[in-house]
């Protein structure tokens, strides 16, 4: 199953509850606009390689359009239109006054020097800088980009429209970024995971977690929930996963990581497995942070966690989300899992545009209060109506959306 038929499911199945008719979901379903360029640059050998970048803007009747840059081999225009179309119901749960859009271009960085990575970035921008900006679409880091990549669009994006640094968000604190930017989608994992055991009548020493993936999302949680004190009994990246029964030191393991190049190889304070075996590992949180469709209809049978919060995008597979759900297991899902970075990406844009700064602490209160709201009108919405909660954040996002598409007329 393709990247955006998964999506497409999950979106059937809340339509079906909202009785929504197919012209409706039609509409909603198909983006707004897919742009597909082609990036000629030059490397530092002085050979020519031709990339190929991506931009789908899914849908602005709430607002703007956002949504991250992924630079990955992988990258195709349907996993682009896939994570597009999650952004718009992802902005419409956290209520943030955003369409959806994402980005990305096939290409694996490491495979880049510093001055290679610069110039396919402003040659990308130079190729989509009309389709986006401010007030149009606004850009943010991903799988492979980071506040580097972000200042050099900007950069690029103002030598054509002039100063504009709300343009694209996950910039540098010095230039126009926000602190806790960085932490936001570990941060707000941690956050739901704390509001949903609490609503789950479990107390954070009594829970037993795994997390997959130890890079920007994963390290923020497991930091996160160590020092909620949850138990993080295993982690794991590219190199394998790492277990401690008793609980892992995860200030020592962030250390460990940060001092080789954020990896864990080599990592001796824990027992170490091949990295599949962290998700079927006897916990009772499982919170995939890596790759999408690592739950599937093979693995499923083994998963003995009893919640699984998704802080990666598209982590399980629709398939496997039924066998789940008709076993009891309780799913947070991605759109409000990993919500935590538009938020605050929002607070960066919002500051851009009013040429104000906030402090670290109101930028933590005023996401909390954001995935607080978002979580107990989803977790109201799936009690009262006896559903799962991905099927209420995902009917909360389409009405929402569909209101907003209404009001304005087609
Ligand atoms: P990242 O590149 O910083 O980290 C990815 C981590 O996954 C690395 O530790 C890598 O070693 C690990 N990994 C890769 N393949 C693996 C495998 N097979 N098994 C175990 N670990 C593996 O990426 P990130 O920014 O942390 O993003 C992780 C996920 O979260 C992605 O799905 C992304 O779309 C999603 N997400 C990120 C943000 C954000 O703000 N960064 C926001 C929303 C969603």
């Given at each position: 199953m393709q990247a955006f038929q998964a999506t497409q499911v999950y979106f059937d199945r809340a339509a079906d509850l909202l009785?929504?008719?197919?012209?409706?979901?039609c509409a909603l379903l198909t983006a707004k606009r897919e742009v597909r360029v082609?990036?000629?640059?030059?490397?530092?050998?002085?050979?020519?390689?031709?990339?190929?970048?991506?931009?789908?803007?899914h849908d602005n009747s709430r607002g703007p359009m956002k949504g991250g840059l992924r630079y990955h081999a992988d990258v195709d225009l349907d996993e682009v239109r896939a994570l597009a179309a999650l952004m718009t119901w992802k902005t419409a749960i956290v209520n943030?006054?955003?369409?959806g859009a994402k980005g990305g271009i096939t290409v694996n960085p490491g495979t880049l020097s510093s001055k290679e990575l610069e110039r396919v970035t402003r040659k990308f921008v130079d190729q989509i800088h009309d389709v986006i900006g401010p007030q149009v679409d606004i850009p943010a880091p991903d799988m492979g980009t980071n506040y580097r990549v972000m200042s050099w669009l900007r950069n690029q994006w103002e030598k054509y429209h002039g100063f504009g640094p709300a343009c694209v968000t996950g910039k540098p604190v010095e230039h126009y970024g926000v602190p806790g930017r960085e932490e936001a989608t570990g941060r707000g994992v941690g956050i739901l995971a704390f509001k949903l055991i609490r609503r789950l009548g479990k107390q954070p020493r009594d829970i037993r977690v795994a997390i997959q993936g130890f890079g920007n999302v994963?390290?923020?949680t497991a930091k996160f929930l160590h020092e909620a004190d949850f138990k993080v009994v295993a982690i794991s990246d590219v190199s394998g996963a790492y277990v401690r029964e008793n609980g892992l030191d995860i200030p020592d393991a962030l250390r460990f990581a940060l001092a080789h190049r954020g990896k864990l190889t080599g990592y001796a304070n824990a027992d170490h497995i091949p990295g599949d075996q962290l998700l079927t590992?006897?916990?009772?949180?499982?919170?995939?942070a890596a790759l999408g469709n690592v739950i599937t209809e093979q693995n499923v049978a083994a998963i003995q966690a009893e919640i699984i919060l998704?802080?990666?995008?598209?982590?399980?597979h629709p398939a496997a989300d039924l066998v789940l759900q008709e076993r009891g297991v309780t799913i947070l899902p991605d759109i409000l899992a990993n919500a935590g970075g538009v938020t605050v990406s929002y607070f960066e844009w919002v500051q851009n545009l009013q040429h104000y700064k906030w402090g670290l602490d109101r930028v933590r209160q005023e996401l909390d209060?954001?995935?607080?709201t978002a979580f107990e009108q989803v977790w109201q919405e799936a009690q009262e109506a006896r559903i799962s909660m991905r099927a209420s954040a995902y009917k909360l996002a389409i009405?929402?959306?569909?209101?907003?598409?209404?009001?304005?007329g087609f």
């Amino acid at each position: 199953m393709q990247a955006f038929q998964a999506t497409q499911v999950y979106f059937d199945r809340a339509a079906d509850l909202l009785g929504m008719d197919e012209q409706i979901r039609c509409a909603l379903l198909t983006a707004k606009r897919e742009v597909r360029v082609q990036i000629p640059v030059e490397m530092d050998d002085g050979s020519i390689r031709t990339l190929l970048g991506y931009r789908v803007q899914h849908d602005n009747s709430r607002g703007p359009m956002k949504g991250g840059l992924r630079y990955h081999a992988d990258v195709d225009l349907d996993e682009v239109r896939a994570l597009a179309a999650l952004m718009t119901w992802k902005t419409a749960i956290v209520n943030i006054p955003y369409g959806g859009a994402k980005g990305g271009i096939t290409v694996n960085p490491g495979t880049l020097s510093s001055k290679e990575l610069e110039r396919v970035t402003r040659k990308f921008v130079d190729q989509i800088h009309d389709v986006i900006g401010p007030q149009v679409d606004i850009p943010a880091p991903d799988m492979g980009t980071n506040y580097r990549v972000m200042s050099w669009l900007r950069n690029q994006w103002e030598k054509y429209h002039g100063f504009g640094p709300a343009c694209v968000t996950g910039k540098p604190v010095e230039h126009y970024g926000v602190p806790g930017r960085e932490e936001a989608t570990g941060r707000g994992v941690g956050i739901l995971a704390f509001k949903l055991i609490r609503r789950l009548g479990k107390q954070p020493r009594d829970i037993r977690v795994a997390i997959q993936g130890f890079g920007n999302v994963g390290t923020h949680t497991a930091k996160f929930l160590h020092e909620a004190d949850f138990k993080v009994v295993a982690i794991s990246d590219v190199s394998g996963a790492y277990v401690r029964e008793n609980g892992l030191d995860i200030p020592d393991a962030l250390r460990f990581a940060l001092a080789h190049r954020g990896k864990l190889t080599g990592y001796a304070n824990a027992d170490h497995i091949p990295g599949d075996q962290l998700l079927t590992l006897d916990v009772d949180l499982l919170i995939p942070a890596a790759l999408g469709n690592v739950i599937t209809e093979q693995n499923v049978a083994a998963i003995q966690a009893e919640i699984i919060l998704e802080a990666a995008n598209g982590p399980i597979h629709p398939a496997a989300d039924l066998v789940l759900q008709e076993r009891g297991v309780t799913i947070l899902p991605d759109i409000l899992a990993n919500a935590g970075g538009v938020t605050v990406s929002y607070f960066e844009w919002v500051q851009n545009l009013q040429h104000y700064k906030w402090g670290l602490d109101r930028v933590r209160q005023e996401l909390d209060l954001v995935l607080s709201t978002a979580f107990e009108q989803v977790w109201q919405e799936a009690q009262e109506a006896r559903i799962s909660m991905r099927a209420s954040a995902y009917k909360l996002a389409i009405e929402r959306v569909h209101r907003a598409t209404l009001l304005a007329g087609f």
